[in-house]
């Protein structure tokens, strides 16, 4: 399954979830209603440090600069 998957979508199946989950994340930081914890539960994570270490990796930004950067006003 994990090889198929891979060759379909060019990631595992792990980094595609974390792909989905960081994205959601993003929007949900640049609408700048909620806290990054709110975000993490609400994007599958228990833990928001483990989620901003992913978070990170993916982006290149901490949660913090990628909402100070594409905020919506």
Known sequence: FERRFKT????????YQ???RVEAAKRLLED???SFDEITCQVGYED???FR?????????RPTEYQKKFQRV
Do not use: E, H
């Open 8 to 15: 379909a979508t060019g990631d595992t199946p792990l980094i």
């Open 53 to 61: 270490k992913v978070f990170l990796k993916q982006t290149g930004l």
């Open 32 to 34: 700048g209603n909620r």
């Open 48 to 50: 928001s440090s483990s």
């Open 18 to 20: 974390q792909r989905l």
